[in-house]
Antibody, heavy 120, light 108 residues
Framework: QLQLQESGPGLVKPSETLSLTCTVS??????????WGWIRQPPGKGLEWIGT???????YYNPSLKSRVTISVDTSKNQFSLKLTSVTAADTAVFHC????????????WGKGTTVTVSS | SALTQEASVSGTVGQKVTLSCTGH????????VGWYQQISHGAPKAVMF??SLPSGIPDRFSGSKSGTTASLTISGLQPEDEADYYC???????????FGGGTKLTVL
């Protein structure tokens, strides 16, 4: 059964870069049927899509974050990664990686999520 | 939120409840809507895509759409269905994945 696991620092200082990696297990990131990406949830708030990537490197980003976001894929490691630059307290959230099916907007398999706090 | 959901819905065990998700022609009116269940602030789980049930989701869950409103119906409500439910789809105009604000479903 496909599993995804987020990893990365739980605390990032303001103005620095948030970096997370998602490791895919029991499934191939090079499957032609799926995309991969990130969704976040600030404390006590709803869900926000960050972006989606295909194994070839094609990306789709939330316009509100596009200037600060980079999502990349490493097929040799079956991983994909998120970088968010110039973070502020407003970027504090639980970050979920996942698999997108039926296109690049429906996350059918979710990672458990990792909490990232932006604070000095 | 770009999509509008009820803030809260409640029902008793065995009852049928329907959650709605209202958007516009650029989003709900154009593409299938995904529904996610989030229990006690855990990881969300996909429970419906359009009218298709993901593997492992009980068939008491069903999805439908009329115009710019999508619905998630739970027939025969169970205690374990108590959760927050979010709807989502793509918005052609904004070029972004949009979400509803979520509905808190309480099983009385």
């Amino acid at each position: 059964q496909l599993q995804l696991q987020e990893s990365g620092p739980g605390l990032v200082k303001p103005s620095e870069t948030l970096s997370l990696t998602c490791t895919v297990s029991d499934g191939s990131i090079t499957s032609t049927s799926y995309y991969w990406g990130w969704i976040r949830q600030p404390p006590g708030k709803g869900l926000e899509w960050i972006g989606t990537i295909y194994y070839t490197g094609n990306t789709y980003y939330n316009p509100s974050l596009k200037s600060r976001v980079t999502i990349s894929v490493d097929t040799s490691k079956n991983q994909f990664s998120l970088k968010l630059t110039s973070v502020t307290a407003a970027d504090t959230a639980v970050f979920h990686c996942g698999r997108f099916a039926n296109g690049y907007y429906y996350m059918d398999v979710w990672g458990k999520g990792t909490t990232v706090t932006v604070s000095s | 939120s770009a999509l509008t959901q009820e803030a809260s819905v409640s029902g008793t065990v065995g009852q049928k409840v329907t959650l709605s998700c209202t958007g516009h022609t650029n989003n709900v009116g154009s593409l299938p809507v995904g529904w996610y269940q989030q229990i006690s602030h855990g990881a969300p789980k996909a429970v419906m895509f359009g009218d298709s049930l993901p593997s492992g989701i009980p068939d008491r869950f069903s999805g439908s759409k009329s115009g710019t409103t999508a619905s998630l119906t739970i027939s025969g409500l169970q205690p374990e269905d108590e959760a927050d439910y979010y709807c989502s789809t793509w918005d052609y105009s904004l070029n972004v994945v949009v979400f509803g604000g979520g509905t808190k479903l309480t099983v009385l």
